[in-house]
């Protein structure tokens, strides 16, 4: 099932995944997808806040993880722009975040897309320039069991 969120800016997106994430549950994996700019780090910001995480969040992208223990449960944030080959992922331990009793968000998850359980929750930020420049379409799919 897919729905669409349509967000006038920053502020909008990261409600968005603030209350998204006060509904999360351990072991709940988001594959986050976006053209540069699009808005995935202020939606994994707006999510560790609905986690109750206070530290500075930033993106991942020299260390690929980042991982958050503040909050009612772990937050392991992964930006895998960088990843080459699949195999560098084994380095991280994904799988202990992926099926482990945090939430795991994933920036670029596309380049690791055959690594991702059957159930993610994967979300698509999208520009429409037409709308103007702050304008996101957050398009949300569940998938798998």
Do not use: N
């Not at 990261?14 to 994996?29: H, I, N, Q, W």
């Not at 976006?34 to 808005?39: H, Q």
Request: negative net charge; glycine residues 14%.
């Amino acid at each position: 099932m897919e729905q669409i969120f349509e967000s006038g800016g920053d502020r909008d997106t990261f409600e968005y995944a603030r209350l998204m994430a006060e509904k999360a549950e351990p072991g709940t994996v988001i594959a986050l997808t976006g053209d540069l700019g699009t808005g995935k780090t202020v939606f994994t910001k707006g999510f560790a806040a609905g986690l109750g995480i206070t530290e500075p969040v930033s993106s991942p992208t020299f260390t690929i993880l980042q991982q958050y223990d503040g909050g009612r449960m772990p937050l392991y944030h992964f930006d895998v722009y960088r990843i080459g080959d699949v195999e560098e992922m084994e380095e991280t331990g994904y799988e202990d975040c992926f099926y482990g009793d945090g939430v795991t968000i994933v920036e670029w998850a596309g380049q690791i897309d055959e690594l991702l359980p059957e159930k993610t929750v994967r979300i698509r930020i999208e520009k429409d320039l037409e709308r103007g420049t702050d304008y996101r379409r957050i398009i949300r799919e569940d998938t798998g069991g």
